[in-house]
């Protein structure tokens, strides 16, 4: 029989800390300190492992792995841990258990975005996360996508919801035409319904010929959700919205988008519409900093107030 860890010694009577769930933890292979990691944290006293090893390539078998052994509802955290190498995939993450946290400590810290501690790449033609179950957490990656493919993608399961994505850097790769958005729901959902995007560092870049569809996308399902202060930078490509949100009650706020000129990227980024609303959606107090005008757009029972462009003459909506 188990001990019971709060019976004893009159614990049950006394103040108790905040407590989680289970933390796993995962690490490169190719790192020194890996092996005593292994050896400071074996196997649980349930028969589960805390440590999960990443191969070369591989990381994707440890990572989900950790994913896996998580428990729903138990507010378990899975912890990616600083490595000099790349963290690369060779198949898609699945977050599919309710209240999990995936997290980057070492890339956490910054004001807006990730430094690149943990660099965790998609390495073969896939997206790089899928988020099926509620009030999951994403924090503190510096991610990179395969040319084409999503980085985080809400998925069509009514059960995607309340997703906390935050303090991520973004450096995303475009190619050809129509690139997928890099954190996106889908249109025949409500995955992102009462999410929070907020405080991520996205930065495109491409060849000339290269469009993107829109970089953070919620379709009309989704509402109550809030996209706020993301900075939002277009390079090498030409993006039709940068922020493109549609469910009632949601809100765009203090967000900073912006065309990057030549001497940034490949070639000089193209933004057409800043902020695309609609249905009872607000876009508050953002700054968009693109060469034409169309700097908030959409239909329906929209509001703005307080936006600011940067082109000379410029005046956003609702300012």
């Not at 690139?179 to 995007?197: E, K, Q, R, Y």
């Not at 491409?206 to 809030?226: D, F, K, N, Q, R």
């Not at 922020?243 to 990057?260: A, L, M, Q, R």
């Not at 936006?307 to 005046?315: D, H």
Request: aromatic share 8%; net charge negative; charged share 10%.
């Amino acid at each position: 029989m188990k001990e019971n860890q709060l019976s004893r010694y009159g614990a049950l009577s006394r103040t108790l800390p905040m407590t989680t769930g289970k933390v796993f933890f995962v690490a490169a292979a190719s790192d020194a300190y890996t092996a005593e990691l292994v050896n400071e944290y074996p196997v649980d006293r349930d028969g589960v492992p805390r440590v999960y090893v990443a191969t070369t390539n591989y990381a994707d078998l440890a990572i989900q792995a950790a994913l896996d052994a998580c428990v729903a509802n138990r507010d378990d955290y899975v912890m990616v841990l600083p490595s000099a190498a790349t963290y690369t995939l060779n198949a898609l993450l699945t977050m599919s258990k309710k209240n999990v946290h995936l997290i980057a400590p070492g890339g956490l810290g910054r004001v807006n975005g990730a430094n690149n501690s943990t660099r965790v790449q998609a390495g073969a033609a896939l997206d790089w996360l899928y988020i099926t179950a509620a009030s999951c957490e994403v924090a503190g990656f510096y991610i990179k996508n395969t040319a084409g493919y999503r980085g985080i993608y809400l998925g069509a399961s009514s059960t995607a919801v309340a997703p906390w994505i935050h303090h991520n850097t973004f450096f995303v790769t475009c190619l050809g035409s129509a690139n997928l958005p890099v954190i996106a729901g889908v249109t025949d959902s409500d995955g992102g319904w009462f999410g929070h995007i907020e405080d991520n560092h996205i930065i495109t870049y491409g060849i000339a010929s290269a469009t993107m569809t829109s970089v953070i996308y919620l379709g009309t399902p989704a509402g109550m959700a809030e996209v706020n202060r993301n900075h939002i930078g277009i390079a090498g490509c030409t993006v039709a919205k940068g922020i493109d949100v549609g469910g009632n009650g949601s809100e765009v706020c203090d967000n900073y988008i912006y065309e990057i000129g030549v001497g940034a990227g490949s070639t000089a980024g193209v933004l057409t519409i800043g902020i695309n609303i609609s249905g009872a959606v607000v876009a508050i107090n953002n700054r968009i900093g693109m060469a034409t005008t169309d700097l908030i757009a959409g239909n329906g029972n929209y509001y703005a107030i307080g936006n600011v462009g940067g082109a000379a003459g410029t005046t956003a909506w609702g300012s």
